[in-house]
């Protein structure tokens, strides 16, 4: 999708910084990278509440950065707005590509029992929904993953839209930066659970140069390259059993379609 082509080279792109249900640390991220000042220069800021209270929702934005998942029925009709508002719609983080953690009832518990657990009787001014990636409602154009996305992705993404051009998805994985690093591996030498094999690079394997095994906050690698099967095999190898993984796979990843029928095959293989 065109994005800058007809924005001309005498005016700003207009930008939207928007927050569903989320923690806000993507828009805090955004907000506070070295160059805000300039980038600040160069677009023309339409709506991003922690930079600007003259912000409204939505605005008419040639880019929409969305962060936070649809967890209400609020998100979901500020949502659609922001999109027919926007030319090109990006979502901004974990939450806002795959669900984020907040998604870990969806197949698990029914909504309206999540509520009434954690809310009991109180009245909530809010009709809530299964958490859900905003992709499941509305086109997205582009997705910058990470909890919350790196800074040098956040720069890539903001430089590609001001030379009019598209920002590229990394279809590498984590063990890739892991390795580049010089780190022991985890996973083979600890038996550590690491999900690194299957998740999008571009963190610079943070956790595993901390010895603490890879989550996946940033989703697994693009073009259905993930080979979930393999990993979990050798996660069985190791000793893990099929709840351990289904858990750890389901941390970012409850909505991953994939999950359940590959488990199925491997712990199914295994009771043949
Ligand atoms: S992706 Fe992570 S940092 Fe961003 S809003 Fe969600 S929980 Fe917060
Ligand atoms: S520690 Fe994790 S990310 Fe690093 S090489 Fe091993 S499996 Fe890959
Ligand atoms: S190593 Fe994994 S969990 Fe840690 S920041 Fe990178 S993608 Fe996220």
Redesign the pocket.
């Known amino acids: 999708m065109a994005i800058i082509d007809e924005c001309r080279t005498d005016c700003k792109p207009r930008v939207g910084v928007y927050g569903l249900t989320s923690c806000y640390g993507c828009q805090l991220k955004l907000a506070t990278v070295q160059k805000i000042m300039e980038i600040a220069d160069a677009v023309q800021i339409e709506s991003f509440y922690m930079m600007s209270s003259n912000s409204k929702i939505p605005a008419d934005v040639d880019i929409a950065f969305v962060e936070g998942s649809v967890s209400t029925e609020k998100d979901l009709n500020e949502l659609i707005e922001i999109r027919k508002h926007s030319r090109v719609l990006v979502a901004l983080g974990a939450c806002a590509v795959h669900g984020g953690v907040q998604s870990w009832a969806e197949g698990e518990m029914d909504i309206d029992k999540l509520h009434s657990t954690v809310y009991g009787d109180a009245e909530i001014n809010m009709k809530p929904l299964q958490a859900t990636p905003i992709e499941q409602h509305v086109e997205v154009d582009y997705s910058l993953p990470?909890?919350p996305p790196e800074e040098d992705e956040l720069m890539y993404f903001i430089s590609a839209f001001l030379f009019g051009t598209y920002p590229e998805p990394k279809d590498y994985p984590?063990c890739a930066e892991c390795r580049l690093a010089g780190n022991p591996c985890i996973l083979i030498e600890r038996d550590a659970p690491c999900?690194?094999p299957v998740?999008?690079a571009?963190?610079?394997?943070?956790?595993?140069s901390f010895n603490?095994p890879?989550?996946?906050?940033?989703g697994p690698v693009p073009y259905e390259t993930a080979w979930f099967d393999s990993l979990a095999k050798t996660f069985r190898m190791k000793g893990m059993d099929e709840e351990f993984i289904r858990d750890r796979m389901r941390v970012?990843g409850a909505h991953n379609p994939n999950l359940e029928p590959m488990l199925k095959r491997i712990f199914g293989e295994e009771k043949e």
């Open positions: 990470g909890c984590v999900l690194g998740i999008t571009g963190c610079k394997a943070r956790c595993p603490v890879c989550v996946g906050c940033r970012f």
